[in-house]
C-alpha cells in the first residue's frame, strides 16, 4: 500500500505530539509510548480518514486484525 502524503502528515503529527519517531511507529518497537503512538495513527488513518483496517493493515505491514484491536485499544483509552 502507498503512502499518500496526507497520511504520511498524519504519521508525523502523532509522532511529534507523542515525542516519538515516525519509524518507530511503522515499526515493530513495542514500548508503551510507540504503541499508544501508533494506536492514534492507525485509528486516524482507519476510521476518521476512512481508509479502513484492510488498508491500513497493509501500510503498516500488519494483519487486520492487529489493527482492529489497536484502533479498539486507543479508543478505550479515549474514553477513560
Do not use: C
Not at 67 to 75: A, D, F, N, P
Request: without cysteine; aromatic residues 4%; charged residues 35%.
Amino acid at each position: 500500500m502507498v503512502w499518500t502524503s496526507r497520511s504520511e502528515q498524519v504519521v508525523t503529527e502523532v509522532a511529534r505530539e507523542y515525542g516519538v519517531k515516525v519509524d518507530d511507529i511503522r515499526g515493530r518497537k513495542r514500548d508503551p509510548l510507540t504503541v499508544d503512538a501508533r494506536d492514534k495513527a492507525m485509528y486516524t488513518l482507519a476510521v476518521p480518514m476512512g481508509l479502513g483496517v484492510v488498508r491500513v493493515a497493509r501500510m503498516f505491514d500488519r494483519n487486520s486484525t492487529s489493527v482492529g484491536r489497536s484502533v479498539r485499544r486507543h479508543l478505550r483509552k479515549e474514553e477513560q
